[in-house]
């Protein structure tokens, strides 16, 4: 990640001293020192093996330093910043969605960050494969990227329905570059009726102040063999991983209990990492990792689905109610089964219904579009990588 001139830390002492490797001593690339000053690419490559063949433990660590990498904290010369700081996190100067694919300006990476609530559109309106326009606010859900998945998207012609279905007519599948990061941050407004939590992070967009519900982080570490195969492939990609705000109704029994890659750091390690990152004392910490993924299933044998998800933002995914997810049964959300569907068919010139798989697939899984329509996987589809945004957003 290069790190943007407007740092407000004072980055130039933590440069100036070895950050020490994790206490294993493992994998020293990519937690050694200057971890937190690499590019996203060299990061990623760095430490891909810690990712796919690290412990859960390893991998809970790699989460960590994602998230510390990606909050790096800026000024917010505008506005009051996160929770009157006067500082935000690193991506709220990101392309969002909507400065993606929503216009043909090309976005400014050296702009201040923005203090206008810009969110995608919201999962209930789903319709034919694609998430309908109208009324996208109600869910407050911000997608963001860095400038290497921004680059790749807009360079190949990946942002308008016209152009996907020309690129299409020169390859076969989408496959975004390593060390390609895809954000999406959950935010709620404050209202009388429905106060900040005790320790949660805040900030005043112009519409009205929301706190900070958690944020979702995918990061491309490694190409496949056949990227083609991401349908069906158990080896590993993408690393995925969810923070949600540690008080949230009915996250630690959804953690402890429907979760299933996770492996909670001791409280002093987590500080480390944030220190390390000139992050202690901002509030962090209030946040956690759901846990990670980084296949379909948990031994890539087919055998048991990796669930992962974020009680708010994958609310659709839990069972009975989705509403108490301190009363669920069961949570079907699985950031890599749901994002490996993400797809084009050339022939139909449609996208692949949005739905929440669990587990392995195979060309027989199908879903039926608002028409009534159904699409099978194996007929024609074309992956875009896990890039839902793609077919979501591009018009």
């Known amino acids: 990640m290069t790190i943007p001139a407007k740092l407000a830390l004072p980055f130039l002492g933590l440069y100036a001293t070895a950050i020490p490797a994790f206490s294993q001593g493992t994998y020293s690339e990519c937690a050694g020192e ?11 490559a760095d430490c891909v093996d810690m990712a796919f063949n690290g412990s859960l433990e390893e991998r809970q660590k790699l989460a960590w330093m994602f998230f510390a990498r990606v909050n790096q904290l800026i000024d917010d010369p505008d506005g009051k910043g996160m929770s009157d700081t006067g500082k935000v996190p690193n991506w709220m100067a990101w392309p969002t969605d909507p400065d993606t694919f929503g216009t043909t300006k090309a976005f400014d990476f050296s702009t201040d960050p923005r203090n206008v609530l810009r969110p995608s559109a919201e999962k209930k ?3 034919a494969g694609r998430i309908a326009t109208a009324d996208p606010d109600g869910a407050n859900e911000e997608v963001t990227r860095n400038r290497i998945s921004y680059d790749y998207l807009r360079q190949n012609g990946l942002t308008t329905k016209m152009d996907v279905a020309a690129f299409f007519t020169r390859n076969d599948y989408v496959d975004m570059p390593v060390g390609s990061i895809e954000l999406k941050a959950s935010w709620l407004q404050v209202t009388d009726g429905s106060p900040v939590p005790e320790g949660a ?3 005043a967009f112009e519409s009205a102040e929301y706190w900070w519900r958690g944020l979702h982080i995918m990061v491309k570490m490694k190409p496949l063999e056949n990227p083609g195969d991401v349908f069906y492939s158990e080896d590993p990609s993408w690393f995925w991983t969810t923070f949600e705000f540690n008080d949230n109704t009915g996250v630690a ?5 429907l979760i299933t890659q996770r492996a909670p750091l001791p409280g002093d390690e987590i500080a480390r990492l944030l220190d390390e990152a000139a992050l202690g004392g901002f509030g962090l910490e209030a946040y956690a990792p759901n846990g990670t993924q980084i296949r379909f299933t948990q031994d890539g044998q087919g055998a048991i689905p990796v669930i992962l998800g974020h009680t708010d933002m994958e609310d659709f995914a839990g069972v009975p109610n989705t509403a108490q997810p301190r009363y669920w049964t069961r949570f079907d959300a699985s950031c890599h089964g749901c994002h490996a569907t993400a797809s084009y068919n050339p022939e139909t010139q449609a996208f692949f219904p949005f739905s929440v798989p669990t587990g392995a697939l195979h060309p027989g899984y199908n879903k039926a579009d608002s028409s009534g329509t159904v699409h099978y996987l194996g007929q024609g589809f074309k992956s875009l990588d ?3 945004p793609i077919a979501f957003q591009a018009h």
């Open 125 to 127: 309106d789903l319709e």
């Open 253 to 257: 029994h959804v953690r402890e209990t």
């Open 34 to 44: 200057g971890w937190i000053e690499k590019s996203d690419e060299a990061f990623a």
């Open 386 to 388: 896990f890039m839902w």
């Open 201 to 203: 992070l805040t900030f």
